[in-house]
């Protein structure tokens, strides 16, 4: 069973930074499809970056492009997330998605993903 787990979140002030990780296990994580979402109070969930599943393709949201950047290491079952610039309308649970079997465009789809975090808390203040 797969199993991910997100850490990093917080507190920050605007324009600062932050990086989320995303420890996974259970999975073959070279060969899945590893995206962030993140869902705001009374929102539905966004997609936010994600990577294909040979890892050769990534893809931005237009509100994060430029400010954000999502990076996986294989050797260590790890995805990153890189907030900078960070705004109070980025406030929200970020969340990690992995997926064996979805393709590329489908990315942005939360209901393609299979396996989910447990999500973590972001919070920007003005």
């Known amino acids: 069973q797969a199993q991910l787990e997100e850490s990093g979140g917080g507190l920050a002030q605007a324009g600062g930074s932050l990086r989320l990780s995303c420890a996974v296990s259970?999975?073959?994580?070279?060969?899945?499809?590893m995206a962030w979402f993140r869902q705001a109070p009374g929102k539905e969930r966004e997609f936010v970056a994600g990577?294909?599943?040979?890892?050769?393709?990534?893809n931005y949201a237009d509100s994060v492009k430029g400010r954000f950047t999502i990076s996986r290491d294989n050797a260590k079952r790890a995805l990153y997330l890189q907030m900078n610039d960070l705004k109070p309308e980025d406030t929200a649970v970020y969340y990690c998605a992995a997926d064996r079997s979805i393709i590329t465009s489908s990315l942005r789809y939360a209901n393609q993903y299979d396996y989910w975090g447990q999500g973590t808390e972001v919070t920007v203040s003005s």
């Open positions: 259970g999975l073959t994580f070279s060969t899945s499809a």
């Open positions: 990577f294909s599943r040979t890892g050769g393709y990534r």
